[in-house]
C-alpha cells in the first residue's frame, strides 16, 4: 500500500518541510523581535512627552520611524501621552482600563498600613522634558520620588536653584539630559566617563553659542556674529544681517545677552560638581544695560543702541588680531570661576579655528592635559537634539522590566 501510494507522504514530507520552515520563519521572526537573547522578553518603555514643539515633534517622528529598528534592539516605545503647555493627549487605554480589583485592595492595605503607594512598586515610566519652560520643575520634582526616569532637552529644570538640581538629580542612573549642552554631541557621556575613571576636569573652554533654525538654516548666532565681524564687518550690520536671514530670535537682544550660553556653562559646572548658581555666573552681554528690553523697543535698539557698540568691537577685534588672535563668544568653567563672554584666543586652536555654525568644547583634565580634548560638530537644530534625546532613552532601557 505505502508503494502503492507513495505521493500522501511525499505529500506529508513537503508540508512537514512546508511547517517547518514556517516554524523556522516564526523562530527567526521571533528572534528579529526580541533579541534580548538572555531573557528573550522585550522591553516596553512608556513616555510621557512633554513640550511638542520643534524638537519634540521631531522626536515623535524619530521614534514612529525606528520602530523597526528598535524590534531588532528589542525595545518598544510606547509613548503614553503628549502634553503642551495647555494641553494633554493620553492613550485612549488610559481612559477606557481601570486598575484591577487586586490593585485596588493591595492600594487600600499599603495606605492602611501607613506607607506610600511608592510601596507597590515604581512608576515605570519615563518623562521626557522638550519644553522650553520653567513651569515643568515641578512635576519634574515630583515624579523623581515616583521612581520615574527623566530625559531632559529642556535646560532650565537644570539651571534652577541648587535645591531643584539636588532634587533632580538625587537618581543620576535614572536622568539623562545629553542634548541640554551641545544638542545630540556626547557632551555629558563623555564628561560622565572621564570624571567615573577618575579622571579630574580642571578646564572647560567652549563655543557653545545660542542658536536658531528657520527654513533648513541651522545658524549659531554669536558663532555666525564673531566670524562676520572678524571679516571686518560692523556689529550693527551683521546683527541687522543676521535678524533679517531669520538668524537671531524676534528681539536679537535674547542672543546677545549670552543667557542661553550660561545655562550651557552652568550644567557643565554642576556636572563638575560647582555648587553655583545662573546668578553666580559672570556674564559678558554684547550690549549694555541701558540699551536692555525695558528700556529700549528693538527699533530703537537696531536703529541707534547698536550701532554705537561698532567701534569697541571693531577696536577688540583688531587688537586681537595683532597679536595673532581671534575673538570669540565662549563659556570658560576653570576652577571656582565660570564666565561667559568674548574672550581673545589662538587662531590655531581648536576655537581658534573654528568658522560658521558649529559648536566646540575643548575639555582639559590629567589625561587630556596639554592636548585637550575635542567635540566638535552640529550643536543645534531639531534633528540633532532629537536624536540625542532618543538616544538618551534607549540608554535608560536596562531600567525597565522586560516583558513576554
Ligand atoms: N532646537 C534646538 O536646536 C535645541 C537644541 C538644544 C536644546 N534645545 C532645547 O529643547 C527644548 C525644545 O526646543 P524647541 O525648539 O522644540 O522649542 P519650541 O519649538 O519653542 O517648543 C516648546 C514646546 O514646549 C511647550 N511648552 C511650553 N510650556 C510648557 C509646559 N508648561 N508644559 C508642557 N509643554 C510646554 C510649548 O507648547 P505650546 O505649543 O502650547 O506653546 C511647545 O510645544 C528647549 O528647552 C530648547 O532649549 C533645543
Request: proline residues 4%; hydrophobic residues 35%; contains cysteine.
Amino acid at each position: 500500500m505505502t508503494q502503492k501510494n507513495p505521493k500522501p507522504r511525499q505529500r506529508d514530507r513537503e508540508s512537514e518541510t512546508d511547517s517547518d520552515s514556517e516554524q523556522l520563519k516564526i523562530r527567526r521572526e521571533k528572534k528579529q523581535r526580541r533579541p534580548d537573547r538572555q531573557t528573550d522578553r522585550m522591553k516596553n518603555i512608556p513616555l510621557l512627552l512633554m513640550g511638542c514643539g520643534g524638537v519634540g515633534r521631531q522626536l515623535l517622528q524619530h521614534i514612529v520611524s525606528c520602530r523597526s529598528l528598535h524590534a531588532q534592539q528589542g525595545v518598544h516605545l510606547r509613548v503614553v501621552g503628549v502634553c503642551d503647555s495647555k494641553s494633554l493627549v493620553v492613550a485612549p487605554d488610559v481612559i477606557t482600563r481601570e486598575l484591577n480589583d487586586q490593585t485596588l485592595s493591595e492600594v487600600c492595605r499599603v495606605k492602611s498600613n501607613g506607607s506610600s503607594l511608592s510601596a507597590l512598586g515604581d512608576l515605570g515610566l519615563a518623562l521626557v522634558d522638550c519644553s522650553a519652560s520653567s513651569e515643568t520643575i515641578g512635576v519634574l520634582n515630583q515624579v523623581v520620588d515616583m521612581g520615574c526616569c527623566i530625559v531632559l532637552a529642556n535646560k532650565k529644570p537644570l539651571t534652577s536653584t541648587m535645591e531643584d538640581y539636588d532634587k533632580l538629580v538625587s537618581y543620576p542612573r535614572r536622568l539623562r539630559h545629553e542634548s541640554t549642552v551641545g544638542a545630540g554631541l556626547p557632551v555629558m557621556a563623555s564628561l560622565n566617563r572621564i570624571l567615573s575613571s577618575g579622571d579630574p576636569v580642571h578646564r572647560i573652554i567652549g563655543s557653545l553659542s545660542g542658536t536658531y533654525f528657520r527654513k533648513a538654516l541651522i545658524q549659531c548666532t554669536l558663532g555666525y556674529v564673531m566670524s562676520e565681524v572678524e571679516d571686518g564687518k560692523p556689529l550693527s550690520d551683521v546683527v541687522k544681517a543676521a535678524k533679517n536671514l531669520g538668524f537671531t530670535e524676534p528681539d536679537p537682544r535674547d542672543d546677545l545677552s549670552g543667557m542661553d550660553v550660561a545655562r550651557k556653562g552652568l550644567i557643565l559646572a554642576r556636572l563638575l560638581g560647582r555648587r553655583i548658581n545662573l546668578d553666580t555666573i559672570k556674564i559678558e552681554s554684547l550690549y549694555p544695560d541701558e540699551m536692555g528690553p525695558d528700556k529700549m523697543s528693538v527699533e530703537e535698539f537696531l536703529g541707534s543702541g547698536v550701532v554705537s557698540l561698532d567701534n569697541d568691537v571693531q577696536e577688540r577685534v583688531k587688537k586681537a588680531s595683532l597679536n595673532g588672535n581671534v575673538l570669540r563668544y565662549v563659556c570658560v568653567i576653570e576652577g571656582s570661576r565660570c564666565e561667559v563672554g568674548i574672550q581673545e584666543l589662538p587662531k590655531d586652536s581648536p576655537l581658534g579655528r573654528l568658522r560658521g555654525s558649529d559648536n566646540v568644547l575643548e575639555i582639559y583634565s590629567r589625561c587630556y592635559n596639554k592636548q585637550p580634548l575635542v567635540i566638535q560638530g552640529a550643536g543645534a537644530g531639531n534633528d540633532t537634539t532629537a536624536a540625542g534625546v532618543l538616544a538618551d532613552i534607549l540608554d535608560i532601557q536596562d531600567l525597565f522590566p522586560s516583558e513576554e
